[in-house]
């Protein structure tokens, strides 16, 4: 039986391929290399166990993803250039590090697919941003 996509359909399943491929652990920007603070927490005694571990990951979640990290994402999704905000927000020299790296890598893979990209230091959620705004992603 031979099925016809509408046109909807194949937006939607587009859509969803692009989706899929800004958040793969296979996206070439080093992701998988940074641990979050994770290692310094361990070395400080803060996780040490799995109770303690999970804590800390619902405290960094709520706190620092959910307090500053989403909300910001959310609004450059929506075009606002906050990325000068995201770098500052950096707790330490490593997080910050760790943000331009990633964010410097995605610029560069987005340049490579005629993405067009600004110029300077880029934080990895403004660079995310710029393609999910070019593929017309829904924020949502």
């Keep these: 039986m031979t099925t016809i996509m509408s046109t909807v359909q194949i937006v939607i399943m587009t859509t969803i391929t692009k ?7 296979a996206l070439p920007v080093g992701a998988y290399s940074y641990s979050q603070g994770l290692e310094a927490a361990i070395e ?19 706190h620092s993803v959910g307090g500053m990290e989403a909300p910001l994402l959310w609004r450059m999704l929506h075009g ?25 890598s995605m610029a560069r893979l987005l340049k490579d697919l005629d993405i067009p990209v600004p110029d300077g230091q880029i934080a990895y959620p403004a660079a995310f ?9 829904d924020a949502r």
């Design 80 to 104: 606002e250039d906050l990325n000068d905000l995201f770098i500052a927000s950096r707790e330490t020299a490593e997080l910050r590090a760790e943000t331009l790296q990633m964010g410097h």
């Design 19 to 25: 989706l899929l491929q800004l958040a793969s652990p």
């Design 129 to 137: 941003a710029v393609a999910a705004r070019h593929w017309r992603l």
């Design 44 to 62: 400080a005694g803060i996780v040490r166990d799995a109770a303690s571990a999970e804590r800390w990951i619902g405290d960094v979640l709520e």
